[in-house]
Structures are given as structure tokens and as C-alpha cells.
């Protein structure tokens, strides 16, 4: 089955540095998708790109995929203290509220040092 | 705001005991699912659960797992006789058209 994995499993920055997260995964999907996770909470959607495209932006956040290499990364630009979380890829072969779950990497914990 | 609200936030129980946990969605959506964290390790897919049906599971989801919708709203995972390698936050999720999923903040359960 296709897995997101990430690199590096842990970084740590100093706040107001540039953070970026890396991910592979395996097979052919549709789209790619980063979910941060707050110590012991719940997982929250950052940003969603689909297969055809090769770079999106929202707010402090630029994601890239490359399809031929079968990677992504997540760029996380001025970094906060409250950016300090685990980021997670995740991948899904059908979209439309498709029957496949989601499959996750092991995430990044990122530490944002004050 | 959570899109979805998951009770009990934290349960715990002896080993071999059943475990009913609950999510209720905001809005009324029918495609949910429900994965699991393991302390320190990856979130997995266990059910996809679409009208009232399984649509898919994955091998962790085996029998002594089920999921229903007894009142149309609640959507609960039952698990019926709880091993030590339960214990595990789940997370109850509803899905967009896209895919993207938004969680509830989990259940977290500990088997003694």
C-alpha cells in the first residue's frame, strides 16, 4: 500500500527560521495532504495539492510535490512558537469522498525554540 | 471548533473488558472515519463507514471490532473484548468531496 513517510523524523529551529519537512511515498495518487498534531490532540488539515499541480501556498505555508520523484515537502516560512507540533503527510489514491483512508507517514515532530 | 465531538475523551479499562467509543458529527455528513494512534506512532486507518455500511477496513480491523450508527447520529467504534495492544488514542474523522479529513480530538484509550 502507498505510505507517506517523512524526513527528518525531528527538527528543531530557532523561531523565526524557515522550517522544512520532507515526504515520499510509494505509489501513483491523486493528491498529497499535511495535517499537523498537537502533543495529544487531534489532527488538523494544513493544506491539500493534488497530483497535477507542483507547488501551493497558504499563509506561511508552501507545499511542493514532485510526482516523478514521488516526493513532497512542506515549507513553514518564519517560524513560530506555536508552530512547534508533529506534521504528517498523508496520501489517498480516489478522491469524492473516496472509500480509500488515508495513509500516513510517522510525521516530523518540529520544535520551535523561543 | 472540532468538526466532529468524540466522548469519553480518556477511558480506561481491564483487559477483556468492551469499550463503546462515540463520535457525533456537527453536520450531517455520511462519510466517517476512524483511525488509530498508538503512543509515539503512526495514525492508522481502520474504517471507512459510508450510509450506514462498511466501506472499507483495514486488517487491524478485525472482529473484535465494529462500527455503527444506532441513532442516525452517533457513530460508534466497539471494541469488544480489549487487549493490552488497544490501548491507543482513536480519532474519529468525517471527510470532504477532496478527501480531506477533519478529525474529532480523539479518545484515549488505556487497557489495564
Known amino acids: 500500500s502507498q505510505q507517506g513517510e517523512e524526513d527528518p523524523q525531528a527538527l528543531s529551529i530557532q523561531e523565526g527560521e524557515n522550517a522544512t519537512m520532507n515526504c515520499s511515498y510509494k505509489t501513483s495518487i491523486n493528491n498529497l495532504q499535511w495535517y499537523r498534531q498537537n502533543s495529544g490532540r487531534g489532527l488538523v488539515h494544513l493544506i491539500l495539492?493534488?497530483?497535477?499541480?507542483r507547488e501551493k501556498h497558504s499563509g506561511r505555508l508552501r507545499v511542493t510535490l514532485d510526482t516523478s520523484k514521488k516526493s513532497s515537502s512542506l515549507l513553514i516560512t518564519a517560524s513560530r512558537a506555536a508552530d512547534t507540533a508533529s506534521y504528517f503527510c498523508a496520501t489517498i489514491r480516489r478522491t469524492g469522498g473516496g472509500a480509500d483512508g488515508l495513509t500516513f507517514g510517522k510525521g516530523t515532530h518540529l520544535i520551535i525554540q523561543p | 471548533e472540532p468538526e466532529v465531538t468524540q466522548t469519553p475523551s480518556h477511558q480506561v479499562t481491564q483487559m477483556g473488558q468492551e469499550v463503546i467509543l462515540r463520535c457525533v458529527p456537527i453536520?450531517?455528513?455520511?462519510?466517517f472515519y476512524w483511525y488509530r494512534q498508538i503512543l509515539g506512532q503512526k495514525v492508522e486507518f481502520l474504517v471507512s463507514f459510508y450510509n450506514n455500511e462498511i466501506s472499507e477496513k483495514s486488517e487491524i480491523f478485525d472482529d473484535q471490532f465494529s462500527v455503527e450508527r444506532p441513532d442516525g447520529s452517533n457513530f460508534t467504534l466497539k471494541i469488544r473484548s480489549t487487549k493490552l495492544e488497544d490501548s491507543a488514542m482513536y480519532f474519529c474523522a468525517r471527510t470532504t468531496w477532496t478527501g480531506e479529513l477533519f478529525f474529532g480530538e480523539g479518545s484515549r484509550l488505556t487497557v489495564l
Open positions: 453536520s450531517n455528513h455520511l462519510y
Open positions: 495539492i493534488r497530483s497535477n499541480e
